[in-house]
């Protein structure tokens, strides 16, 4: 009885182990191909020249912004016509002259496990060398810890893994343009002047303490009686 007891238990164990087994390939199946290449860094390209123009379209959405060569400041062109926030579009700028990617994806991919077949996000970067001088970024799925999005050029099926922090403001941009936010004019400060108030000193009379002072009035000129006849 001992005997057939031990081989139920071994049973039940490899039932247990072949269904993790299947379930752990099952998930793995489902992921994205490809596997992180470990680099120190990774560029995705690298441009001497600052960036002087920038296009991010998704479907009927598009955001065009302009740098002014001889001020330096950013203008909205479409959707609207206004001034950019120089902050805002400036950091971006300077991460897309040389675009750093997390890691690159190594290994026979599908460009459809990470949102590349269709991409649904395109950013183009105009460089101030020439006037053709252009980078394209197609933006892919966000990972599944959204910490960053998977991208690729135009021209390549070679897949990167690029930090959110660079691609959530272009998104936002199609929804809400950076525009400049009017700069506060602060409220000009009054100063206020104290009325002078005269003071009054009272005198003492001969013999009185400090606390019987009286006021004293100088005695007008009395007229003196006529004699009688």
Known sequence: ????RTTIIMAAVLIIL?????FLSSNNASAPTGSPTP???VFIWKDTSAVKALDIVSGTEKVELVKDSATGDWNITQPVSRPADVFQVGNASDSLQNLQAQYALSGRTDLSD????????QVTVTFSNTSSSTRVLEVGAPTTDGAGY???LPDSNQVYLVSNTTIEPLKSWLTNPPIQQPTA?????????DTPTA???????????????????TPSASTSPSPSP
């Open 150 to 152: 998977y991208v690729k």
């Open 39 to 41: 680099t120190t860094q």
């Open 18 to 22: 072949v269904g993790l087994a299947y």
């Open 199 to 217: 003071t009054v000193t009272p005198t003492l009379a001969p013999g009185a303490t400090t606390g019987e002072a009286t006021a004293t009035s």
């Open 185 to 193: 004019t602060p409220v000009p400060i009054t100063p206020v002047t």
């Open 114 to 121: 990470y949102g590349l077949a269709s991409p649904p996000l």
């Open 1 to 4: 009885m001992e005997r057939y």
